[in-house]
């Protein structure tokens, strides 16, 4: 792998590699755009079956994280990180996680770090020892905690302005949604739903979160069964990839008008989002939906984590959400297009910003 031309491709600014013999870390921190603010985007620690895969998986994710905290508004670049997980070896994660923590803070503010796909509050907790670059951790003063309901309050504020898109008014009241995925975000999700007077086909895998759901008042139905009834929004909040040939297909004939969800990558392949903006779907892309859980833990930093504050912030997903349609309309492009363009507009007027003087440690004048 020619790190180098990968790093051009998309012009990331730095990839730093972090090893420590004797915890056993061996860590990938991947900074993509620092042009919005510092870094931000969780640590992922996972069993690579390559060096070159969790290599790819950082250079992918932190990417991921620019657009995603540029188009949702926040004052913050992309970066993630990847510790490559040795499933031989058993280690001291208290130890694994400090070391981490020290290299993070070595990188003094150029990247923060959060809980991912295995991490949690108890490993930010080690880091938050080593380091304050850190959200998420439970014992840092000021701290947000669990990310989810605000997840599902910004998937609801987006589902309203793809709702209003569709049908002219933004109100829940008497829709039929199809929620795949009763989860952390899809229960949360739900009662709000319902609150406001919506119907819910609810279904998931397991028995438990189908129980739930009928508890709240869903109508649950069976995963293979979900395009068996007539709706007018999906709301996938489950796994990626559910948007594609079939179930565009079967959503066709059940009558969805939007598709709104919290779930990563939904669409299978860019070609299903062209495929749903020739149906004529409104589609709310889904890292801008999904961005609640970020925005929050991004408040963390305005002197400590203020709920009311977040929550407005989180709702400005709406807008957001309205603006990718905007931008679609305007330039005759699919949603998930759409919300790249927003990304790369507000990074690039930011990037513009005349560069006037300041001092700073290292100007002529401090010497
Ligand atoms: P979760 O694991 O709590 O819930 C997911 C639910 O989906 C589970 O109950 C699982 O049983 C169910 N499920 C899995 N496969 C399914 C299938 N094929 N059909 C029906 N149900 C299925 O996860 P979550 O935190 O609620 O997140 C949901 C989605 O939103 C994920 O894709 C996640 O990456 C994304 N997301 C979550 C957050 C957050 O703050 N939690 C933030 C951004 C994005």
Known sequence: ????????????????????????????????????????????????????????????LAR?????????????????????????????EEALFRAFGRFVEGLNGRYITAADVGTDTEKMDYIYQETNYVVGAGLKPG?????????????????????KKAYGTDSLEERTIILEGF????????????????????????????????????????PDELFDVKADIYAPCALGGTINDASLEKMEAAGIKVIAGAANNQLEEPRHGDRVHEMGLVYAPDYIINSGGVIQVADEFNGGYDAERAKKSVENIYNQIEKVFDI????????????????????????????????????????
């Open 64 to 92: 991921g994280m620019t657009y995603k905290n540029a188009a949702s508004g926040l004052p913050i670049g992309g970066a993630k990180t990847v510790i490559l997980k040795d499933p031989n070896n058993d280690v001291n």
């Open 328 to 367: 679609s309309e305007r330039d005759g492009i699919p949603t998930y297009l759409a919300a790249d363009k927003l990304a790369e507009e507000r990074i690039q007027a930011v990037r513009k910003t005349k560069k006037v003087y300041v001092r700073d440690h290292k100007s002529i004048l401090n010497r």
């Open 1 to 60: 792998m020619d790190i180098f031309k990968e790093l051009g491709k998309y012009d990331y600014e730095q990839i730093v590699f972090m090893n420590d013999e004797e915890t056993g870390l061996r860590a990938i921190t991947c900074i993509h755009d620092t042009t919005l603010g510092p870094g931000l985007g969780g640590t992922r620690y996972w069993a690579y079956e390559k060096e070159e895969d969790a290599i790819k998986d950082a250079l992918r």
């Open 183 to 222: 989860g952390k975000v899809g229960h949360v999700l739900a009662e709000k739903a319902l609150a406001e007077g919506a119907k819910i086909y609810a279904t998931d895998v397991f028995e438990g979160p189908r129980e739930k759901a009928a508890a709240l008042g869903c109508e649950v139905v069976q």
């Open 143 to 163: 701290s947000s905690g669990n990310p989810s309901p605000s997840t599902a309050h910004g998937v609801y504020m987006g589902m309203k302005a793809a709702v």
